[in-house]
């Protein structure tokens, strides 16, 4: 992780917006946060770790208490912190919970604790994780691969509790290296093969359960008695099979004899039912010849009307030359009724025209008044816009000059107060002055007494030097000290101050009140008689301008379409006229029309009789005409056809009752063959339960007979089966009690393979480590391997880093701990006995030894920058100097590397400092190349 920029809000001790831009540091990866004392140099640090995890970089103070006390109260507490990690781009911003100004009326409101996460994506924000804190907190864990306390262990050493790491319990160690270098696959791969023990163990006692089982099945206490109970089911089988082949050839002749049996009694029947159907054949075909008859003679009657049916078709045949004349006739009426309707029609649409054309004209005359109107509206639209300019300088002045007056008011209130508060202060230094005087006064006297005693007839006076005393002062017991002096002075000076700060103010608030008087009147000259004018009326006269102004636009606007629609309505009564011309003229075509029709219906009606006049008549003389000679040919045709139907019936039922003489033959030959086959079949099932003699096969004993032998066919079938089922159920248990002993040794060797890894990855054998803890050991050695190089240098070769060998409670998450070497004493001991300064030294050195381990394996998680808070103090020189150096070359290596110091050596030692300068309004800091 490296952080590209910091930006704080309201945060610890910036008042304001605080921004950080790492960039600035161009290629400086070496930095030192450097200022004053309580500036806020831990608050920058507080800010990233507060950002990335909602915690101060400490762990110990209260984020309720990171707002800055210097803020206003409209400026609300935020954190920002854009970071680049793995290629890609993050930001992360958090707002705490905080009091707020409401939007709408007076108070605050209370605003929750919120968080966002996003990556950037070419500039654009692209969410995450928003508004839940706790979400946020998984989702920067997991980017980062650290919590808050594992961040400030190996990233963030902050000030006093850089020594964490070095001095926490294996435990804690365990955790945060199972986070670093992702050991948990180890862990997941002991409890797979846990798993994998346990699932084998299942199968196996499964197995045993399912061979136990088998044998029960079987009937059998263990399967060197299953041979016997084999071949005994195999002679059972071969029993039941020669009971069931002789019940077979039993059912199967005595459903041949139930067969034979049951075509005789149809045929038997069939030959009945002929006999019936012969004599009814015969009664039928005497019907048809009876029918025929009589159809032939109905047919001789039709064929007698055929004189009738010849003057029907002349009777027609003149109507059809009349028919030509008829159509005419009736087409000049329709002509004619056609010409009257079409006259009616043109007679309203010429009124319908008319009208229109009226209304187009009205229409035309109003859009041409209406474009007169908007034409003079937009004509004054610069006037009316000069006017509106003028009367809202007017109003704005007038409001200024309401303004000016109310702060003439309020300048004088003030400098009446400040007037007030200066005579008040000139009372209180006469009173001060006053009682000083009184003080030394009363002290003089009261040393002039003190003198007066030393004073001797014909002795000089120490004070004026005269011989003589006429009125040496008398002494009094009102004699005030030097501290009483003292307060007074100072009364009588702090009067005389504040006497001079009020006379200041009244001077500026008498300027103040001179400059609102002198605005005033400035802004009185201007607005003239309007300075006193209601403000009511300048604002309805600016209304009543801008209406005008908007009148103009809105016409000025309006003028174009006002053109097309006036050349429109123009246009439209144009063609209403042309319209009404072109029907007159269509009326006096249909009028001549009609009258052509007119003269062609009565030269028509002339050339016929009155009677066939009338419409219809003559086409309905002929079609009664027609329909007389179609009904008589259809009688003819009808009675021809009946005639033909009658025959053809009779030679049908003639024939019908020939054919069915055959067919009663040959079904009387068909039962003496089947009574033949019967008789034989009862002689080869030998049953003589059918009487000798009888005419018809007795089916139900016949039936009875069949169903007997059929059960037991059915029952030695079962019993077949039952035996076979019993000989195949043994043969399969016999098949899978030997596959399962096959498998069930196969999974005896597979289980106590798995049971041995699983002990062993667990740490149950041998030297009772975990597989995982036994990955960590050696990572951790790794570990102390590059932190003791670093460890060495900065303390001239005396101190490494090593894991603790002393034994201990295997089940418990030993093997972890750490111990120091001294190669001054030739032994080890606890990292809890280093001084402060070698403690420091060797807290740095594991946590730059960690992040080159992680850099080098490349577990997912990146250390590029590397934050130390304070901790240099307590180095003499020349271990500060190894110190720093081991540091550069740490930068060397292209991280990122910033300290927290006060002391003025590390200061001249780095070039690229962050700056943090504290001042009355809060704190500010920037970043700063030498």
């Not at 995450?128 to 594992?150: H, I, M, N, R, Y």
């Not at 365990?174 to 986070?179: E, K």
């Not at 007066?452 to 000290?481: F, I, K, Y």
């Not at 003819?636 to 009752?657: F, G, N, W």
């Amino acid at each position: 992780m490296k952080p590209l920029r910091l930006s704080l809000d309201a945060f610890g001790p910036y008042a304001g917006l605080q921004e950080l831009d790492f960039a600035d540091l161009g290629d400086q990866s070496f930095f030192l946060i450097h200022g004053p004392t309580g500036a806020g140099k831990t608050s920058l640090l507080d800010g990233i770790s507060y950002a990335l995890y909602g915690q101060t970089s400490g762990g110990q103070r209260e984020t309720r208490d990171l707002r800055s006390h210097f803020a206003a109260a409209d400026t609300p507490t935020r954190v920002t912190f854009d970071f680049a990690l793995g290629g890609k781009t993050y930001r992360v911003e958090r707002t705490p919970e905080q009091q707020v100004p409401k939007q709408r009326g007076g108070g605050t409101k209370k605003q929750l604790y919120a968080a966002h996460l996003w990556e950037l994506v070419d500039g654009a924000e692209v969410p995450l994780a928003t508004e839940k804190p706790t979400v946020v907190d998984a989702k920067v864990a997991d980017l980062l691969g650290f919590k808050a306390s594992q961040f400030r262990q190996v990233v963030l050493l902050p000030q006093g509790r850089f020594q964490e790491f070095m001095l926490a319990g294996s435990a804690e160690r365990q955790a945060i290296l199972q986070t670093l270098f992702q050991t948990g696959r180890y862990a997941a791969i002991a409890e797979a093969l846990a798993e994998e023990e346990k699932t084998l163990r299942g199968s196996l006692l499964t197995a045993q359960a399912e061979a136990r089982q088998l044998l029960e099945q079987a009937g059998v206490a263990t399967t060197q008695e299953l041979p016997d109970r084999l071949a005994a089911a195999a002679q059972r089988v071969k029993d039941r099979s020669q009971e069931q082949t002789e019940a077979r050839v039993a059912s199967d002749q005595a459903e041949a004899v139930l067969r034979e049996g049951k075509h005789l009694e149809a045929a038997l029947a069939r030959v009945h039912t002929l006999e019936q159907e012969a004599i009814r054949l015969a009664e039928a075909a005497d019907s048809r010849a009876l029918a025929l008859t009589k159809a032939e003679g109905t047919l001789a009657e039709a064929e007698g009307e055929e004189p009738r049916r010849e003057d029907l078709r002349r009777a027609i045949d003149r109507l059809k030359e009349l028919e030509p004349r008829l159509v005419a006739l009736e087409q000049a009426r329709q002509e004619t009724a056609e010409a009257a309707r079409q006259g009616q029609h043109l007679k309203k649409l010429a009124e319908e025209q008319t009208q229109r054309r009226d209304a187009a004209g009205q229409e035309a005359t109003r859009q041409k008044a209406l474009l007169q109107q908007l034409q003079t509206e937009a004509s004054q639209l610069k006037g009316r816009d000069g006017l509106l300019r003028l009367a809202r300088q007017k109003r704005a002045q007038r409001e200024q000059f309401d303004q000016a007056k109310q702060l003439a008011e309020h300048a004088s209130a003030v400098h009446d107060s400040a007037q007030a508060r200066l005579k008040a202060a000139e009372q209180s230094v006469q009173a001060a002055r006053a009682q000083l005087r009184n003080l030394q006064e009363r002290q003089l006297a009261a040393q002039a007494a003190h003198l007066a005693q030393n004073l001797n007839p014909g002795e000089p006076c120490p004070v004026c030097g005269s011989e003589t005393h006429p009125r040496p002062a008398a002494p009094s017991s009102d004699h005030p000290d030097d501290q009483a002096l003292r307060r007074a002075q100072t009364q009588q000076d702090e009067a005389e101050a504040a006497l001079g700060q009020a006379q200041k103010t009244a001077a500026a608030r008498f300027s103040d009140l001179e400059t609102a008087r002198a605005r005033r009147e400035d802004l009185a000259h201007h607005l003239g008689e309007d300075a006193h004018a209601d403000p009511a009326t300048l604002a309805a006269e600016e209304a009543r301008s801008l209406e005008a102004l908007e009148r103009s636009r809105q016409a000025e606007t309006s003028l174009t379409r006002a053109e097309r629609i006036q050349a429109e309505a123009e246009e439209a009564q144009k063609l209403a006229e042309a319209q009404l011309a072109a029907t007159a003229q269509r009326q006096s075509e249909v009028a001549f029309q009609a009258a052509g029709a007119q003269a062609r219906v009565k030269v028509h009606e002339e050339a016929l009789s009155e009677d066939l006049r009338i419409p219809g008549a003559l086409a309905a003389r002929r079609r009664k005409a027609e329909e007389a000679l179609a009904q008589s040919e259809s009688s003819r045709k009808a009675a021809r056809a009946a005639r033909d139907a009658a025959q053809t019936v009779a030679i049908e039922a003639e024939a019908a009752l020939k054919s069915h003489g055959n067919r009663l033959e040959t079904a009387r030959v068909e039962v003496r063959k089947t009574e033949a086959e019967f008789t034989a079949a009862l002689a080869a099932a030998g049953d003589e339960s059918q009487p000798e003699g009888m005419a018809v096969p007795d089916l139900p004993s016949l039936q009875i007979a069949r169903d007997r032998a059929q059960a037991r066919f059915s029952q030695a079938g079962e019993a077949l089966g039952q035996a076979q089922s019993e000989q195949a159920s043994l043969q399969r248990l016999a098949t899978t009690l030997a596959a399962l002993e096959a498998r069930q040794g196969a999974e005896e060797r597979r289980h106590r393979a798995a049971a041995s890894l699983a002990r062993v990855a667990r740490g149950e054998d041998g030297a009772r480590v975990s597989f995982e803890r036994y990955v960590q050991g050696a990572l951790l050695d790794e570990v102390l391997v590059s932190a003791s190089e670093r460890l060495r240098r900065m303390s001239k070769q005396r101190y490494a880093l090593q894991r603790a060998t002393g034994g201990g409670d295997l089940r418990r998450a030993g093997g972890l701990e750490l111990e120091i070497t001294d190669s001054h004493t030739g032994r080890a001991r606890a990292v809890s006995s280093l001084s402060g300064g070698e403690g420091f030294q060797a807290s740095l050195a594991l946590a730059l030894g960690l992040s080159d381990v992680v850099q080098r394996h490349a577990g997912g998680i990146r250390l590029d920058t590397v934050f130390i808070d304070e901790g240099f103090g307590s180095l003499d020189s020349e271990a500060l100097d190894l110190a720093l150096r081991t540091l550069e070359e740490l930068n060397q290596g292209g991280r990122l590397v910033g300290l927290i110091s006060h002391l003025d050596d590390v200061k001249a030692r780095i070039s690229a400092r962050l700056e943090v300068t504290p001042g009355p309004g809060g704190s500010h800091a920037r970043f700063r190349i030498d």
